[in-house]
């Protein structure tokens, strides 16, 4: 089992609403990850967490803010979008091992800032 | 440093073959090739660790050069199913799993 679970699938805010993203997954995976992909581009990684920590931040506004309350979930609060930040947000997790650290993403999470 | 992937088009018809280069100035800890399509998210498709590395699975399969910059993906006997964009994603030791994707080669099959 590959699988990684986000929620909600697609999401409308306003610019001034407090909203998260969840992710969750059950492979016993110690690395997680969000990143954001807008159309036609590649993947951008914003944050990794690694045995429930932050390990990379990569220089993300302060409106984002990631949570991993335990090794199967990951957070992404938001708060104060502009509309540039609508996109699709991809959760990921991964586990180290001598086949690489290969990584799966979840299905995604539309975002919308109107 | 963001890896460069060549093409960045290529239109096939069912049966033909495509390649699609992925380079980085630096050499690199792995490799990692995805499948995305429209509205979907990524799918792994492989991953390259060491050197003169070749794997594969079905028609699809990747080679990792000796000095490892540079990777290549081989679709063969392409199938309507295998169009989508690829990305090539890429490591770089003591960066603790940090994956970077190159710009993506969008591949159409047509009948």
């Known amino acids: 089992d590959t699988e990684v679970t986000q929620t909600p699938k697609h999401l409308v805010m306003g610019m001034t609403n407090k909203k998260s993203l969840k992710c969750e997954q059950h492979m016993g995976h110690r690395a997680m990850y969000w990143y954001k992909q807008k159309a036609k581009k590649p993947p951008e990684l914003m944050f990794v967490y690694s045995y429930e920590k932050l390990s990379i931040n990569e220089s993300v506004p302060s409106r984002f803010s990631p949570e991993c309350p335990n090794s199967s979930l990951l957070n992404l609060h938001l708060h104060a979008l502009q509309p540039e930040d609508s996109a699709l947000y991809l959760c990921?997790?991964?586990?180290?091992?001598?086949?690489?650290?290969?990584?799966?993403f979840g299905e995604g999470s539309w975002l919308t800032v109107v | 440093q963001q890896p460069v992937q060549s093409p960045q088009a290529v239109i096939l018809r069912e049966g033909e073959d495509a390649v699609i280069n992925c380079s980085s100035s630096k050499a690199l800890y792995s490799v990692h090739w995805y499948r995305q399509k429209h509205g979907e998210a990524p799918v792994f498709l492989m991953i390259?660790?060491?050197?003169?590395e070749q794997k594969g699975h079905d028609k699809i399969s990747a080679s990792f050069n000796e000095k490892k910059q540079q990777s290549s993906l081989y679709l063969t006997a392409s199938q309507l199913s295998y169009s989508g964009t690829y990305f090539c994603?890429?490591?770089?030791?003591?960066?603790?799993?940090?994956?970077?994707f190159g710009q993506g080669t969008e591949l159409s099959v047509k009948p």
């Open positions: 390259l660790l060491k050197g003169g």
């Open positions: 994603g890429t490591e770089i030791l003591d960066q603790g799993g940090k994956l970077i």
């Open positions: 990921a997790s991964s586990r180290r091992s001598a086949d690489g650290n290969t990584i799966y």
